[in-house]
């Protein structure tokens, strides 16, 4: 089957949605934007740049949940690690994960448990750019950029400026078995 | 390619070692942490098998291992002996038994972690053995020099101290070399060798060691149990010769060098009381660096990989 393509357009109104949604939904209230790496990282820094345009106070991290991934076992090799930046105090804080896609839900248990060691955060909300479903986790997104329609078996391609040098999204149909 | 064991230094690339060192920071970071740990390891057992006495890298894997979520068992082979083929085998028997994943052995016989990991699918890490090699030592070692020199390339690390009967010289050195420092020897003759790699100096003076301006002190610990031949006059006699004495602590300081040793320390011996105060002494980031590295380690080995 043929790939399907979003352009580097679709993916800014994406990040556009996801700012606007955060706004209205928190007014002046103060917020923090944690990204999961890889590309969470680069997603919640352009929500930022949006969302500071307006001279609010936003804190910033990146999270790396490769130690915290629960498909060991099933890895031929284990993931390299990446460095945690969570310059705030997690305690009490509203926060919002931010990935790219949302797909079984695991990496975002992973990244519940590693915030927690952390600190007890007061909320945490869930934004991410592409939602292409397939939960295999009760998790649920708060704000979703782009709605994608995919089977199970597809491979979502998510390339960003920052880490892979272009922004596009390629979904590779995959024939069901 | 994942790896099963950790045997010696000799054997890992490069790639593997500078990936081994730049997971360890992250490792590191942990620790800043009020949840130190992380369940990457959580249900895996790691067993301790130490049959030299260790209380440094003993606990410094232990508290690694537990910090992955790991459970960990010390075996107590403190009475046991393992010197003959049989024990060998029965202790292998009894690991795979228990189904046991990781393996830390230390011994006085070169090579033994080496039978161990051939024979067992869990993964064995040399802590020790004998002469031979301390690849987490050399590791650490590589750790701290990097957190000081980020680009260590042609940076000078003399070592001091009884060279023939250290594992530690023999690994540290080898993986300095492999990341492109300049390595030389310094001790009293019965205690350098005379063969070995050609690319390490060898000196028998303390002055024309520091001629040669190194940027790094490593001590070596006197292994006072090891010595059944005396190879040095007396404990004084060496502190004078080779030790880090006030007067040379203060040229030390006057040159800026770091000074590094894998303890624990012989007071009046390698080094004089007023070294543990030298603000560049990186003995205590030795040991913090340890446990990150060892992390690192046991997060990289994979259980059941192809061996060597």
């Known amino acids: 089957m043929e790939d399907q393509k979003l352009s580097a357009d679709d993916i800014a109104e994406g990040v556009r949605r996801l700012a606007e949604a955060i706004r209205e939904r928190n007014g002046d209230s103060p917020i923090a934007l944690v990204g999961i790496r890889s590309r969470g990282d680069e997603v919640a820094e352009r929500v930022l740049n949006l969302l500071s345009e307006e001279d609010r106070e936003l804190a910033f991290g990146v999270l790396d949940i490769s130690l915290y991934r629960d498909d060991f076992e099933h890895l031929h090799e284990n993931p390299a690690i990446q460095e945690t930046d969570i310059p705030f105090p997690v305690e009490g804080a509203h926060i919002i994960l931010v990935d790219d896609v949302l797909f079984t839900g695991r990496t975002i248990r992973a990244a519940l448990d590693a915030l927690s060691d952390y600190g007890r955060p007061g909320k945490v909300e869930l934004a991410v750019l592409i939602d292409r479903g397939h939960r295999e986790m009760p998790i649920q997104p708060d704000y979703v950029g782009i709605v994608l329609d995919t089977r199970r078996l597809d491979h979502v391609w998510v390339s960003l400026e920052g880490t892979d040098g272009c922004d596009e999204v390629r979904i590779s149909r995959k024939e069901t078995p | ?308």
């Open chain 2, 1 to 308: 390619m994942p790896r099963k064991d950790l045997l010696d230094i000799a054997s890992l690339d490069r790639a593997e070692i500078e990936h081994l060192l730049d997971q360890s920071a992250p490792f590191k970071e942990l620790f800043t942490r009020s949840v130190k740990k992380v369940p990457a390891l959580k249900g895996k057992s790691v067993l301790t098998l130490f049959y030299e006495p260790s209380t440094r890298t003993h606990s410094s894997f232990e508290v690694a291992a537990k910090r992955l979520s790991a459970d960990v068992t010390n075996f107590d082979v403190a009475h046991s002996s393992i010197t003959k083929g049989e024990s060998v085998r029965e202790t292998i028997e009894t690991l795979q038994a228990m189904r046991t994943d990781f393996v830390i052995v230390r011994h006085k016989a070169s090579g033994l972690p080496g039978t161990i990991a051939r024979l067992t699918r869990a993964s064995v890490i040399n802590a020790g053995d004998g002469a031979h090699a301390h690849p987490t030592q050399a590791l650490l070692d590589a750790f701290t020099i990097k957190e000081k020199f980020p680009d260590p390339t042609g940076k000078k690390v003399i070592i001091i101290g009884d060279i023939l009967h250290s594992r530690v010289a023999r690994s540290t050195s080898t993986i300095l070399k492999k990341l492109g420092l300049e390595v030389a020897y310094l001790g009293p003759g019965s205690l350098v060798p005379r063969t070995g790699p050609e690319n390490i100096r060898r000196f028998t003076d303390y002055k024309e060691a520091m001629a040669w301006s190194p940027d790094i002190v490593y001590l070596l610990r006197v292994q006072m149990e090891r010595q059944d031949v005396q190879y040095f006059p007396s404990l004084r006699e060496y502190h004078k010769l080779y030790g880090i004495t006030e007067a040379r602590l203060e040229e030390v300081r006057k040159r800026g060098l770091y000074l590094m040793h894998p303890g624990p320390v012989n007071r009046g011996v390698e080094l004089c009381d007023a070294v543990m105060d030298y603000e560049r002494s990186l003995i205590n980031d030795q040991v913090e660096n340890g446990i990150a590295v060892r992390m690192a380690v046991l997060y990289w080995l994979k259980p059941g990989a192809p061996g060597e």
